[in-house]
């Protein structure tokens, strides 16, 4: 009996020590390397044959040179500080389209909402570098949205839209919106419209209903969406080097361009283990927020 | 103990005076949703201090009458009057009137006391005035040292008492109270019963009780409507309902009966003989109704604790019939014979388990006499 429960619990434990510890172990290894013209493009390489001096000698070799480099070039937390904001802002524009949206879902009759629930889903599948791409198309000079919009009369220049910040907080408010409506939805669904009731019964406008009971017990639902925002915008790659122009700062891109240009796997380790480290703060907080909630169902 | 107010001897029946405004007037109040009427031209009065139960099967309109009332919704035709005013364009948030929702509706994310405070916060009141209402509030209902707890962190029971506390606050002129006990046990549900007629007397609030349970109307009301089809079938104090149901509909859903159809001869003087199988010996009943027939069909319906079981036939006895015991229900304090007689019929008898139940003087398959005197009975015109 014991030995089926340490079974159980030991099962997700080897899988994350299999899936996250020991890749994040590699990659911190690599940060602390020193960069070479070889393959693997770093010193230096574990040799077990060399036995306890061969172990010894590898671990004098590592050091936190990467790290201090990272603080001494000015473009590294400038992409830091530019890949948070972008995230922060995307985040709440994403809540302010995704709210009303989440809302209208529960609010939505039976034998609509599974129609409604498909629809925020159906994007997903399409393949998400294809959607990215497909934003070009509607964002470009040329694109579908200035040829409306000359249409229509409104303005008379092509306005650019791509290849700037704008067109990244347009790609990622699209991409991720799924991601906040669905939390938002599932803690306004359970709410139970006798309560919106009593409230009312209580003296209060709708308006005040809205506010003083909806919108608190949404409260979780909003905070879950938000994060799951926010922590994959923060490293968000495949949308600014897309969308985003030569000006478009953000840390995931940086990242690639140390991996894949400059073959700095050192480097690139070294913002990688820092990126993770910024997200560690979100994500304990995401934690925090779901068991409080889990509590509270109890 | 709730019909009589303790600071007159009087009986409280301001029904019966017509000096008395009623606090409530339903004038020919019909509600449709689409093709289905929900109520059909409705007309009550519901005086102030009153305990009034609406009490009728699910769907017969007693929960859309109250919904009217709190504001949720408007009736189609008809007027509602509160304390003389037409409350039509009164909204719910203004309406003097609270209700106790079925499933509480207390808010999870406020405390105890900051659910009763929700209603007060809404008015004019002070912040001092508000936490002293509040203090009010949670002793009333004995409910001091939860106040900071959330709805989650107590039981059901007291949830119950939180929802009834937030209700009462604001001191509505009429309270409304959706199945208050549906979700409480059957003690709790007993207890509570007592506890609300004692807050009601208390706060001399005018309380409107939707149940479907028919001893919790008849334990806290000051009079019951029943209600079935959107229609008031009988409106009475608990007792002229029990006695004396004006249809074999009300008859049948208040408490047990035994119902025999057969026909009815005036004897003059109220009296009846009621004929109701070939070849027995008719019955004898008294009825001060004007509708029975001077000879048609009637029903004549009989509670299981008005009629005696005896060994042999009673001496004197004007109605009695002989039977086989069938089957015995023990309830504990009492017990339900159902007696088969020659005919088919089953009748239900029910007496007192005054000793134990081993001395217990029947038995199944037991020949006994059934007997009732001839105003035990419930004499209605038609066969229902």
Redesign the interface.
């Known amino acids: 009996m014991n030995l089926r429960r340490a079974l159980l619990i030991a099962l997700p434990y080897a899988w994350l020590l299999a899936l996250f510890l020991v890749p994040f172990g590699i990659v911190l290894k690599i940060s602390l390397s020193d960069m070479a013209l070889a393959i693997p493009p770093y010193v230096p390489t574990l040799d077990i044959a060399a036995g306890w001096t061969g172990l010894k000698e590898f671990f004098s070799q590592l050091d936190f040179e990467n790290f201090v480099f990272l603080t001494e070039d000015d473009l590294y937390w400038r992409a830091y500080l530019s890949s948070l904001r972008i995230a922060a802002l995307s985040t709440l524009i994403t809540l302010i389209v995704g709210f009303p949206i989440a809302y209208g879902m529960s609010r939505a009759s039976d034998a609509w909402r599974p129609t409604l629930m498909m629809l925020v889903i159906l994007p997903f599948w399409t393949s998400f570098l294809i959607r990215v791409y497909s934003w070009m198309g509607i964002l470009s000079q040329q694109g579908l949205l200035n040829q409306f919009l000359l249409w229509t009369g409104l303005i008379s220049e092509p306005l650019t839209i791509l290849n700037t910040n704008i067109a990244v907080y347009i790609g990622i408010v699209y991409t991720y919106l799924p991601f906040m409506i669905l939390p938002i939805y599932a803690s306004l669904e359970k709410l139970d419209d006798s309560l919106l009731e009593a409230a009312e019964d209580l003296g209060c406008s709708r308006l005040q209903a809205f506010w003083l009971v909806t919108v608190p017990l949404a409260r979780a639902g909003v905070i879950a969406g938000c994060f799951l925002v926010f922590i994959p915008a923060i490293g968000e790659f495949v949308i600014p080097s897309v969308l985003g122009g030569s000006r478009t700062l953000m840390i995931g891109k940086v990242l690639w361009e140390e991996f894949f240009s400059n073959r700095d796997w050192p480097v690139a380790s070294a913002v990688a283990v820092v990126l993770l480290l910024i997200l560690v703060v979100p994500i304990i907080l995401f934690q925090r927020n779901e068991q409080r909630q889990r509590e509270q169902e109890q | 103990m709730n019909m009589v107010q303790q600071e007159s001897p009087t009986v409280f029946a301001p029904w019966e005076d017509p000096e008395q405004k009623p606090l409530i007037r339903f004038i020919d109040v019909t509600k449709r949703f689409g093709d289905f009427t929900a109520i059909e031209s409705l007309n009550l009065d519901i005086y102030e201090r009153e305990f009034f139960a609406l009490l009728g099967p699910s769907g017969c309109g007693k929960t859309t009458l109250m919904r009217m009332l709190?504001?949720?919704e408007a009736p189609t035709e008809g007027t509602i009057l509160l304390d003389g005013a037409d409350i039509a364009p009164v909204?719910?948030?203004?309406r003097a009137?609270?209700?106790m929702?079925?499933?509480y509706?207390l808010?999870?994310?406020l405390t105890v006391e900051q659910n009763i405070a929700?209603?007060l916060k809404?008015?004019k009141m002070t912040k001092g005035e508000i936490a002293d209402r509040v203090q009010e509030m949670l002793r009333l209902v004995r409910l001091e040292p939860f106040a900071r707890r959330?709805p989650?962190q107590i039981s059901g029971g007291q949830r119950q008492r939180v929802a009834l506390a937030?209700?009462l606050a604001?001191a509505p002129r009429l309270l409304l109270l959706d199945e208050p006990m549906g979700a409480l046990d059957k003690k709790l549900r007993q207890e509570t019963q007592f506890e609300l007629m004692d807050i009601q007397e208390k706060t001399g609030t005018t309380f409107v009780i939707v149940t479907h349970d028919q001893e919790e109307a008849m334990t806290v009301a000051s009079r019951v409507a029943v209600m079935d089809h959107g229609r008031l079938i009988q409106v009475a104090t608990p007792d002229g309902i029990y006695e004396n149901p004006n249809s074999l509909y009300v008859a049948d859903f208040i408490g047990e009966v035994n119902i025999f159809r057969g026909h009815a001869r005036a004897l003059g003087d109220n009296r009846y003989e009621f004929t109701w199988a070939e070849g027995k010996a008719p019955f004898t009943a008294v009825s001060e109704r004007d509708d029975i027939p001077a000879s048609g069909p009637c029903s004549l319906a009989i509670r299981p604790e008005k009629i005696a079981i005896t060994a042999e036939r009673p001496e004197g006895a004007l109605n009695a019939i002989e039977g086989t015991v069938l089957d015995i229900a023990y309830l504990g304090s009492t017990s339900t014979y159902h007696v088969q007689l020659p005919e088919g019929q089953v009748i239900k008898a029910q007496i007192a388990n005054n000793r134990r139940i081993s001395r217990r003087s029947f038995n199944w398959d037991d020949r006994v006499w059934l007997s009732f005197t001839e105003t035990a009975g419930i004499l209605l015109p038609g066969h229902g």
């Open positions: 709190a504001g949720f909204p719910p948030n203004r009137v609270n209700m929702f079925q499933s509706a808010f999870p994310h929700f209603g809404r008015s959330k989650h937030r209700s604001k």
